[in-house]
């Protein structure tokens, strides 16, 4: 048995102290994962792994998605240190490696 190393990611809000963990499954970010702030919606963006890296798009919210103070137009590739701002909340992106044990 060998180890390969399979992506994943945190989120960590650091007005709360919530921290998100993102895994290969599409994670959508908003009330609906318990973001308490009233300027974001139930289902504000979304972020999905592609290619090896992390992908951040805004889902028509109302009061919109910001990257690094920047508005997000169409799907974003997330860098280390990435500032993630949803209504009056910013989540930093923090990229880390697990290992996971597969069979040769």
């Known amino acids: 048995m060998s180890r390969s190393a399979v992506g994943s990611a945190l989120l960590a809000d650091a007005r709360s102290g919530r921290t998100y963990v993102l895994g290969l499954q599409p994670t959508t ?3 609906e994962l318990g973001i308490q702030d009233p300027y974001v919606s139930r289902r504000h963006a979304r972020i999905h792994a ?3 890296d992390f992908w951040l798009e805004d889902l028509a919210s109302a009061n919109g998605s910001y990257l690094n103070q ?3 137009t169409a799907s974003t590739r997330l860098a280390e240190g990435d500032v993630i701002t949803l209504g009056h909340t910013s989540l930093r992106f923090q ?4 290992l996971e044990a597969a069979h040769v």
């Open 29 to 31: 970010l908003g009330r």
């Open 50 to 52: 592609e290619g090896g």
């Open 70 to 72: 920047r508005p997000v």
């Open 95 to 98: 990229r880390q490696l697990m």
